[in-house]
């Protein structure tokens, strides 16, 4: 994979970054963290993996260009 594939992939993690967090934050403001606590769970958790595989994306990426 090269530089501008591993770009991509850490844009299109952004952007499932920010539409996670402003899920997540639609729910806290209406209260649905606590009706819905295992949705909201998994809504941390795709969160969560989201920002790793970006780390791990970028990390390659930056590793690539040091070659």
């Known amino acids: 994979m090269n530089a501008q594939e591993h770009q991509k992939i850490i844009e299109e993690l952004q952007a499932l970054i920010d539409d996670t967090q402003a899920t997540l934050t639609r729910f806290e403001e209406t ?37």
Not at 39 to 66: C, P, S
Request: no cysteine; hydrophobic share 40%.
């Open 31 to 67: 209260g649905m963290d606590k009706e819905m606590p295992e949705d909201y769970n998994k809504l941390l958790e795709i969160l969560d993996g989201a920002v790793k595989q970006q780390r791990e994306h970028t990390l390659a990426m930056l590793a690539h260009a040091n070659l």
